[in-house]
């Protein structure tokens, strides 16, 4: 690469010179289109590991690790999740992109989430009914108009933003600007971003520590947000083999202090802010050593939103290590028949619109398509570095924009608000 950039300048000053195939190939990485395919459903049967494991759990442990005897037992039934919002919401992102284009406008990303017919909670509930009122995003999820802003919703339903992007952090960053914008804002929509970039590295690399890393490059670095997930690898390297203690490090700082709680529900025990609990998955993936039961239940364990955490560390997780690797416990109970509630797809058919729409990132960042001399297709995924978007936080916000439905957008919303 710095040859690279070295020619690119001595071009400019004296006339082009040699860059060899090698340097080229080195901005480059290649991924069988097969491989892909492999990780990425593994990818979404870890969301679907993690949230079936965990929910018996959901918030019945707030500020408090949940005890050894009050961790489910996996079973392989569990796999099949069809109706947890943890999974179903991104659903509607990907029919989104599928129907109106890769580039779907965020207006048209909003009227879609108007019309979605799950159930929904916290900032999600908030932006839907803020859709379905008239307030257009990205007002939808302001803070002016969001109470719940800051609240996990965006990071819980991300995963499709980096499975759809391997290698490309990106195009995570660039989807959570439309999508993530309809129900949050700052630390909020940080996590979303930052979830994005673990999936989209996960592709590629296999030490969990680098995945939070290549996730951590994708948010700003002076938000709080960021600032949790620095103190969790840095707590980490400090008690390599005492989870405990992080996990105390965190509640007293990310829980107890106010300061880091300004635009979270104000009850002292439950804390749905994306910040504890992306902690809470960082955990899971740093003490997990590579193995799913260790991963999902220290993630779980950590308590507060714990089959939305869970699901997420299994899922990038899982994504590093392929179906076909997958033990048998976790995969061969799954019915692949359902649909996911209130969408269009099955888990076919889902793996099915992620592969279309990951062909059309890899030429859009610029990659190609190839084929080898078996005629297997091969995505070649350019290497660029993240672009994280600007500095914001809920406590002090930038300006609404006013944006407003029209008419004309009003009249495709078919679900009256409740509120």
């Given at each position: ?11 400019v ?52 690790i ?11 039934e ?21 129907q ?15 019309n979605?017919g ?11 009914e ?35 992007a ?30 994005a ?13 680098k ?22 690898i ?26 880091y709680r ?9 804390n ?16 997990g ?23 997420s ?18 995969t ?13 797809y ?5 793996l ?46 930038g ?21």
């Amino acid at each position: 690469m710095t040859r690279v950039l070295f020619c690119m300048l001595l071009a400019v000053t004296i006339g082009p010179c040699f860059v060899s195939a090698e340097d080229t190939e080195a901005m480059y990485r290649r991924l069988p289109v097969s491989e892909y395919r492999d990780k990425m459903a593994a990818g979404w049967l870890g969301q679907m590991i993690g949230v079936g494991w965990g929910a018996p759990t959901e918030f019945k442990f707030k500020g408090q690790i949940i005890p050894d005897e009050h961790v489910p037992k996996w079973a392989p039934e569990r796999i099949n999740q069809y109706n947890q919002d943890d999974i179903y919401v991104e659903m509607t992102f990907l029919r989104s992109m599928e129907q109106y284009g890769f580039d779907v406008s965020i207006r048209q990303a909003g009227i879609d989430f108007a019309n979605s017919g799950y159930r929904l909670w916290h900032a999600n509930v908030f932006g839907r009914e803020n859709l379905r009122s008239g307030i257009a995003p990205p007002d939808s999820g302001h803070p002016k108009y969001n109470s719940h802003a800051d609240d996990i919703d965006y990071q819980i339903e991300a995963d499709y933003s980096g499975l759809i992007a391997p290698g490309m952090p990106n195009v995570g960053i660039e989807l959570g600007e439309k999508f993530g914008r309809l129900m949050n804002y700052g630390d909020g929509l940080y996590g979303g971003q930052f979830v994005a970039g673990m999936y989209a590295e996960a592709f590629f690399e296999d030490d969990p520590k680098k995945v939070v890393e290549a996730g951590l490059a994708c948010i700003p670095a002076a938000s709080q947000f960021a600032e949790a997930i620095r103190d969790t690898i840095r707590w980490h390297g400090e008690n390599p083999d005492n989870w405990k203690a992080v996990w105390k490090l965190i509640e007293a700082k990310y829980q107890d202090n106010p300061a880091y709680r300004r635009f979270s529900c104000s009850d002292s025990d439950f804390n749905i802010d994306a910040k504890i609990n992306a902690a809470y998955i960082v955990m899971g993936l740093l003490f997990g050593e590579r193995d799913i039961e260790r991963t999902t239940v220290i993630s779980m364990r950590c308590g507060q939103d714990s089959d939305c955490n869970p699901s997420s560390a299994a899922g990038v997780l899982c994504t590093m290590i392929g179906v076909d690797r997958l033990p048998s416990q976790y995969t061969s109970a799954l019915d692949r028949t359902p649909k996911f509630s209130h969408t269009e797809y099955d888990f076919d058919g889902l793996l099915d619109v992620c592969e279309k729409l990951a062909r059309q990132a890899v030429v859009q960042q610029g990659g190609r398509i190839e084929k080898d001399t078996a005629g297997n297709e091969i995505f070649v995924v350019p290497v660029k570095r993240p672009k994280p978007t600007a500095l914001e936080q809920c406590w002090e916000p930038g300006p609404a924009s006013g944006s407003r439905f029209t008419e004309d957008e009003m009249s495709q919303i078919k679900v009256a608000p409740k509120n």
